[in-house]
């Protein structure tokens, strides 16, 4: 039992290039989370999803699109990376019940640095 | 709209001695309230949460947290601190009438135990 993978753990991207961050979890979760972790600001969600097919937008959603084509995954795209996309990048997921306040399950992860 | 204050970048405690990560919080209606903890270079851990019923939380590591709902607070607490929980603290709120499942997260508070 793994419980959630960040796939890669480090990058740097130079500014427009794209790139896709992958989640996967194997605790048959049902909410996924992508959040971004900056100095002094704590956790931002990016987008979430509560079910296999669905996203929605969190709280920074500009510049970024996700998928969520199998239950398992959660892909993160940046389509033309930002210097201000510097960030560590942390996938989550929850069970889904219990409205909302069940535990996340946080991956390892993600170091992004965009030149 | 929702939010949530941890009022100190760092709190700094001697081994053996008690310690408390303060967190203060703003919702239009019930709170459900989260505290997870942070090591270097990993992702989050979930530490306790307060959903409903006895203001006194207990969780993990020996951790607790009391909601106080007349000060919105719902301070981290621990009767004695050990080196190994030197880590970074986040606060989390998710306000009852919130639709979208979003949690609300604190920059968080770098704890430091000395030995």
């Known amino acids: 039992n793994a419980g959630v993978t960040q796939t890669p753990k480090f990058r740097v991207l130079k500014t427009g290039q794209s790139m896709t961050l992958l989640c996967a979890q194997d605790?048959?979760?049902?909410?996924m989370y992508w959040y971004r972790q900056d100095p002094g600001m704590g956790l931002r969600l990016i987008h979430y999803?509560?079910?296999?097919?669905?996203?929605a937008k969190g709280e920074v959603p500009d510049g970024y699109n996700v998928s969520r084509l199998k239950k398992q995954n959660f892909l993160l795209g940046l389509e033309s990376a930002a210097p201000s996309q510097t960030s560590v990048y942390f996938c989550?997921?929850?069970?889904?019940?219990?409205?909302?306040?069940?535990?996340?399950?946080f991956g390892p992860g993600t170091r992004l640095t965009v030149l | 709209a929702q939010s949530v204050a941890q009022p100190e970048d760092q709190v700094n405690v001697a081994e053996g001695n008690p310690l408390t990560v303060k967190c203060t919080y703003s919702v239009s209606g019930n709170p459900y309230l989260f505290w997870y903890v942070q090591y270097p270079n990993r992702g989050l851990q979930f530490l306790l949460k307060?959903?409903?019923?006895d203001n006194l939380v207990k969780g993990s590591y020996g951790f607790e947290a009391e909601f106080n709902k007349s000060q919105t607070s719902f301070h981290l607490k621990k009767p004695s601190a050990l080196v190994s929980d030197s880590a970074l603290y986040f606060c989390?709120?998710?306000?009852?009438?919130?639709?979208?499942?979003?949690?609300?997260w604190g920059a968080g508070t770098k704890l430091i135990i000395k030995p």
């Open positions: 989550a997921s929850s069970y889904g019940a219990s409205g909302g306040v069940d535990t996340q399950y």
């Open positions: 307060y959903i409903t019923g």
């Open positions: 999803s509560v079910g296999e097919g669905t996203t």
């Open positions: 605790m048959n979760h049902e909410y």
């Open positions: 989390a709120v998710r306000d009852s009438r919130d639709s979208n499942y979003q949690l609300i």
